[in-house]
């Protein structure tokens, strides 16, 4: 037994094997300082970062957005339109029971503090997904988004969120950046009218006008655009809106 012991570990193939298996082994133990380079500090109590990690776990560290498509990402956009949002699901206007349930008895001022945060944070965005659609609905994005369609009223994305739709300080949010599914079930909502903001409800009247055809393609052209840097909203007053909106005066 010893011999053969012997015999099956000392072949070619056992060398070759052993040897693959010590490449991996260092390769692991190269790969460590870096995996521990990109892992996230550790939260200290106290800090808004500890204290939003109930958001974070959803929306990824620094609300760079999470990894299934639905959880939008929430650092960088306009602190009011943040605020308005949390105040939103706080108080019925946006459904979505695990956000109304964590933000039930937030007072005003400390979501003030959370949109704070989150406005101050600067991750870097994600290379854009593929669209898997026809190019004649990618292009019908397009046309939505930059032109509209005057002969029915739609006014383009572009009058509102500005010409590299970065969004409009105080409280319009850009719209690249934002994952496909997130973009049609936040559209889709507001022609629903399960998604409501503070009146004038701009986004309700123009996504009543859209078709769901419409919908898709302008979600399928936005999400599959990459973000310029720098990507910030552009300062209050510097667009004329074609339509009165709730969020740019709300406080």
């Not at 498509?69 to 019925?92: E, S």
């Amino acid at each position: 037994m010893t011999v053969r012991f012997h015999t099956v570990f000392s072949t070619p193939r056992f060398r070759h094997g052993r040897a693959a298996c010590a490449a991996l082994l260092l390769a692991a133990a190269a790969a460590l300082p870096a995996a521990r380079a990109q892992a996230p500090a550790p939260l200290e109590p106290g800090t808004m970062r500890a204290r939003l990690a109930a958001c974070t776990a959803c929306h990824g560290e620094q609300g760079r957005a999470g990894p299934d498509g639905y959880y939008p990402r929430l650092a960088g956009k306009p602190r009011d339109y943040l605020y308005h949002q949390l105040q939103n699901f706080r108080d019925g206007r946006r459904q979505y029971p695990p956000m109304s349930h964590l933000l039930r008895n937030l007072p005003d001022p400390y979501l003030r503090e959370i949109a704070d945060w989150f406005a101050g944070q600067h991750a870097p965005y994600p290379a854009p997904a593929r669209a898997d659609v026809a190019p004649a609905t990618l292009e019908r994005g397009r046309l939505l988004t930059v032109s509209g369609d005057p002969g029915r009223g739609v006014p383009a994305c572009t009058a509102c969120h500005g010409a590299g739709l970065d969004g409009l300080a105080p409280g319009i949010p850009g719209l690249l950046g934002l994952p496909r599914d997130y973009l049609l079930a936040q559209i889709g909502s507001w022609r629903s009218g399960t998604r409501r903001a503070h009146e004038p409800d701009c986004m309700a009247q123009v996504a009543r006008q859209l078709t769901p055809e419409d919908i898709g393609a302008v979600a399928a052209w936005l999400s599959s655009q990459p973000v310029p840097q720098p990507y910030q909203p552009n300062p209050a007053g510097s667009i004329s809106l074609p339509t009165a909106c709730g969020s740019q005066t709300q406080e």
